[in-house]
């Protein structure tokens, strides 16, 4: 299925199940894994707006998946747990791995832009080896299990650094209200949003750039979907 397949069958899913959130708990903490994440949070975004109980704190898109891809791609290639920051969206272009936050880790150009391409499609590897018969649904069930882990510790009272796609202000300038980056989880939700690393390359900060035009489409996209017939 392309993103506009998703979006068709998931977008009013997604409203439905935000619109009873909104009624009957809206102070729970939504963890969208729907795809297409770039449209899905905007989607529960505005009809929490509307119903008057909006909380950015509270609202995440779960884009562990992308960290655990590239984690594990690195990981092999340095024979070693490594952890890889990865920020941006959850679709194609907008995934983007910052390598040059891996300690010890040299690449090539051909290496960096092929692993960059790897962790941006690597969904794609997965319904190519299954054949078209499914898609990637134990490293998706891992990563959603991840981030609802970081938020039952935070919630406890510990405090966690996480990556998610949430309500921020680093590209406002650039229309984007919504933008995956390193945040500080609490028993409330987000703490606090870290600004990306200042040391990453100019072949990240292109791939930021790139980014940019795709997230404000999704982002407009889910954001219509909601408010077209108010």
Known sequence: MTR?????????IVRDLAQA???????AKLLIISNP????????????????????????????????????????KLDKIVDVPVVGGHAGVTI???????EGLKLTDEERAALTHRVQFG????VKAKDGLGSATLSMAFAGARFAD?????????EVLEWAFVKNDLYKSEGIEYFSTYVKLN????????????????YEKDLVKAAIPELLKTQTKGEQFVNAKK
Do not use: H, M, W
């Open 150 to 158: 970081s938020l039952l510790r935070a919630d406890a009272g510990e």
């Open 96 to 102: 983007i791995p910052l390598f040059s936050q891996v």
């Open 123 to 126: 969904g794609d590897e997965v």
């Open 4 to 12: 506009d397949d998703l979006f068709n069958t998931n977008a009013g």
């Open 187 to 202: 028993k409330d939700g987000v703490k606090e949003i870290l600004p990306l690393p200042e040391n990453i390359t100019e």
């Open 21 to 27: 959130c909104a009624e009957v708990c809206p102070k």
């Open 37 to 76: 994440v770039n449209s899905t949070v905007p989607i529960a975004s505005e009809v929490f707006k509307n119903a008057g109980v909006y909380d950015p704190k509270r609202i995440f898109g779960v884009t562990s998946l992308d960290l655990v891809r590239a984690s594990r791609f690195i990981g092999a």
